[in-house]
């Protein structure tokens, strides 16, 4: 059974930097794909970043500021999260078991997610 747990989320003033964590039981991170998604209130689920055996994708609007990264030793994938911005407020959540054919960046394609953890960023 594959569980992903993340952590890290918080409260940060604008400018400032967060690192998320995704924590993953019954997959192998360093061997199949994982991306992180993020939902804020009213809003649809987008894809934020993804890596994969290909290299990584990130969205338009958190490219030069996220970076996603895997350990494999920890089997944990990491959101490195730059500069942040009062609209990158949102629940990010972690997603893995991607379905071949389907949009890497797109939450339909994703099997298994995580709880959820949440980011704020004040103005």
């Known amino acids: 059974q594959v569980q992903l747990v993340e952590s890290g989320g918080g409260s940060v003033q604008a400018g400032g930097s967060l690192r998320l964590s995704c924590a993953a039981s019954?997959?192998?991170?360093?061997?199949?794909?994982m991306a992180w998604f993020r939902q804020a209130p009213g809003k649809e689920r987008e894809g934020v970043a993804v890596?994969?055996?290909?290299?990584?994708i990130y969205a338009d609007s958190v490219k030069g500021r996220f970076i996603i990264s895997p350990d494999n030793a920890k089997n944990t994938v990491y959101l490195q999260m730059n500069s942040l911005k009062p609209e990158d407020t949102a629940m990010y959540y972690c997603?893995?078991?991607?379905?071949?054919?389907?949009?890497?960046?797109?939450?339909?394609?994703?099997?298994?997610w995580g709880q959820g953890t949440q980011v704020t960023v004040s103005s």
């Open positions: 997603a893995a078991g991607w379905t071949y054919g389907r949009s890497r960046l797109s939450s339909s394609g994703y099997r298994t």
């Open positions: 019954g997959y192998t991170v360093g061997r199949n794909s």
């Open positions: 890596i994969y055996s290909g290299g990584t």
